[in-house]
């Protein structure tokens, strides 16, 4: 009998959410103008039905899964737009939500991000919107809601939820888009502007049926930095939306994609005599480890090489620097005129072995002297770190062999 009260009472009573702050309260005439499983109160405010509800909930944020890649590390780490640059996808905002049984839902009330927009006095953004981006791509899709409208001040946009777009499910991932309008005010003469979002872990405000949420402490989530293109003088040498990540060790030894590039000549016609792709890290050399390089054009732009332009497989020693030298004629570019490439290399890397590949301003020789907007390119670490016991893991070599040798000494005979 007592269950049974105790049963009922749940199914009554809702939970009024803001009540105590009367500003937020979300005013209702129907259940229609709430949000899912949400209640219409008799006074006419949206109130969280406990059926349909989690009382608790724990909330960890992260860069979506289908976030704009962020092409690479250090000042690769940026995507060259042009102006202005409208719906301008900021990143992926993916919130993870566990409590409660699987079905139930959550509240959020609000999300925040700060931005970098520099410089401030050539540069503006607007329009802020937070997209429920429900099958999580990474784009704003036909019957994906717009949230929120952003509010934008000192540098912080915070996003309120729209009363009807508050309910999440629990024990789920859901993904949101920050996307804004940015534009800049005069042409744009070099490659220094930036914009970019950060979300730290207590930017968002969550409940359920007993109270606020609980937040993990996370490391603070750096969404891509946009730069807009210069207009003039310079020629385009970028990360391209298919930059690829380091892959683990197990998945290293193949010859595979390191780099995607997007090429352009901005204000005349050009062509592209060589591409220098440079190695930083230890134990690696191009003829130790890497034992090809090659760079295609990336004709239909997705980031798979098409037209193998120039190859290097042999290396009669080791080098730093592999020049890729591309036949004359074979890499022109009209004004204006953007082209892709792809960058593959064979590797065979043992134990130990780590480097990146980068690409500096004077890797890349034209035709036409222009100052080159984007290196350095810079790829992750490519770490090849395994466990020596794991029959895969590949052996410096001499390490995997008997020591024979080891107990020679030289003698010397007068
Ligand atoms: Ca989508
Ligand atoms: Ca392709």
Excluded at 130 to 135: A, E, G, R, S
Excluded at 178 to 197: F, L
Excluded at 306 to 313: A, G, V
């Amino acid at each position: 009998m007592k269950k049974t009260i105790l049963l009922f009472s749940a199914l009554i009573f809702s939970l009024v959410v803001f009540a105590d702050e009367a500003a937020d309260v979300w005013t209702c005439s129907s259940a229609a103008d709430c949000s899912e499983g949400m209640d219409c109160s008799n006074e006419n405010t949206c109130a969280m039905n406990k059926s349909k509800f989690t009382d608790y909930i724990a909330i960890t944020l992260g860069i979506g899964e289908n976030s704009p890649n962020t092409r690479g590390t250090g000042t690769a780490k940026r995507i060259f737009i042009t102006n202005p640059a409208n719906d301008l996808v900021l990143g992926q905002v993916g919130v993870s939500a566990s409590g409660g049984q699987d079905g139930k839902l959550y509240i959020i009330k609000d999300m925040s991000a700060d931005m970098t927009i520099y410089p401030s006095s050539k540069i503006s953004c607007e329009n802020f919107r937070l997209i429920y981006d429900k099958n999580g791509n990474g784009n704003a899709d036909p019957g994906e809601p717009t949230v929120s409208e952003g509010d934008f001040g000192n540098n912080t946009v915070k996003f309120q939820f729209k009363q009807k777009e508050a309910s999440y499910p629990v024990n789920t991932t859901s993904n949101f888009l920050m996307t804004a309008s940015c534009s800049a005010s005069d042409a744009v003469t070099d490659e220094n502007s930036k914009i970019s979002a950060t979300v730290r872990s207590t930017y968002i405000s969550a409940l359920g049926t007993s109270g606020n949420a609980t937040y993990a402490q996370i490391q603070p989530l750096n969404f891509p930095t946009y730069t807009f293109e210069p207009e003039s003088g310079y020629f385009l040498f970028t990360a391209g939306k298919f930059f690829p990540k380091a892959p683990g060790w197990m998945e290293m030894n193949k010859t595979r994609e390191i780099m995607h590039i997007r090429a352009k000549a901005i204000d005349s016609a050009n062509e592209i005599k060589t591409i220098g792709v440079v190695l930083n890290g230890t134990a690696v050399s191009f003829g130790n480890g890497v034992e090809s390089i090659a760079l295609y054009l990336d004709s239909n732009n997705d980031g798979k090489g098409d037209k193998l332009l120039s190859e290097i497989t042999e290396f009669p020693e080791p080098f730093q620097t592999a020049n890729l030298v591309i036949p004359a004629g074979s890499l022109t570019f009209a004004q204006g005129e953007e082209k892709h490439l792809v960058i593959s290399a064979t590797l065979n890397f043992y134990n130990g072995q780590t480097t990146y590949f980068y690409i500096g301003k004077t890797n890349v020789v034209l035709t036409t002297n222009k100052q080159v907007a984007g290196p350095t390119i810079q790829t992750d670490s490519f770490t090849y770190k395994c466990d020596e016991t794991d029959s895969n893991c590949n052996l410096k070599p001499g390490e995997n062999e008997d020591t024979e040798s080891s107990g020679c000494s030289l003698i010397f005979v007068d």
